[in-house]
Antibody, heavy 124, light 111 residues
Framework: VQLVESGGGLVQPGGSLRLSCVAS????????MTWARQVPGKGLEWVSL???????FYADSVKGRFTVSSDPSKNTMFLQMESLRPEDTAIYYC???????????????????WGKGTTVVVSS | DIVMTQSPVSLPVTPGEPASLSCRSS???????????LDWYVQKPGQSPQLLIY???NRASGVPDRFSASGSGTEFTLKISRVEAEDVGVYYC????????FGQGTRLEIK
């Protein structure tokens, strides 16, 4: 079971970038998937959630600029990042959320598999 | 919005000694289903985060039993009964009751 991110790089402010998260050993579309980021030397920040039913949620800091999606044929999740800002500079991680069934109507997801991350630098 | 506060910022511990890390939430993380929506992660030097504890007190698969967690509502504690050198890293709590939010972390160091 593994996640591998790619697509990071240096981009100018206002530019775009598309990150990929390739899964092996499990099916992306059968799990909740998360993007999180971390400025080197700083703490972790949640970025987006993609649920199995297709619902998507975003942190306020990226809402309207980032879009999460998946491609079942490639077993890959993507993060399309537009209108990038210097404050988006970070290591971007993807993570699998495994479902824990609390009751017949309640379930919880915990992030039990993380990739090694891909670095995005937004700078002129 | 929920605010997560961890203490201490840095925790030097002698190997073999216990360690206690605190996480405080500005709002109760106790769901109506009786579970606390709080996880603990550790990020070891040069590595990605890894799950330690979910739903307040459930150890993740493969996590040594020297790690335990407790608490409810707004006050949570992660305890390491006997610290080992491999436990060095930054420990984060994360609330999942609303949009996921991590605390700022506690850096565990070996004396």
């Amino acid at each position: 079971v593994q996640l591998v991110e790619s697509g990071g790089g240096l981009v100018q402010p206002g530019g775009s970038l598309r990150l990929s998260c390739v899964a092996s050993g499990f099916t992306v579309t059968s799990n909740q998937m998360t993007w999180a980021r971390q400025v080197p030397g700083k703490g972790l920040e949640w970025v987006s959630l993609l649920y199995t039913g297709g619902d998507r949620f975003y942190a306020d800091s990226v809402k309207g600029r980032f879009t999460v999606s998946s491609d079942p044929s490639k077993n890959t999740m993507f993060l399309q990042m537009e209108s990038l800002r210097p404050e988006d500079t970070a290591i971007y991680y993807c993570a699998r959320g495994t479902e824990y069934r609390i009751s017949w109507r309640d379930y919880y997801y915990y992030m039990d598999v993380w990739g090694k991350g891909t670095t995005v630098v937004v700078s002129s | 919005d929920i605010v997560m506060t961890q203490s201490p910022v840095s925790l030097p511990v002698t190997p073999g000694e216990p360690a206690s890390l605190s996480c405080r939430s500005s709002q109760s993380l106790l769901h109506s289903n009786g579970y606390n929506y709080l996880d603990w992660y550790v990020q070891k030097p040069g590595q990605s985060p890894q799950l330690l504890i979910y739903l307040g007190s459930n150890r993740a698969s493969g996590v040594p039993d020297r790690f335990s967690a407790s608490g409810s509502g707004t006050e949570f504690t992660l305890k390491i009964s006997r610290v080992e050198a491999e436990d060095v890293g930054v420990y984060y709590c994360m609330q999942a009751l609303e949009a996921p939010l991590f605390g700022q972390g506690t850096r565990l160091e070996i004396k």
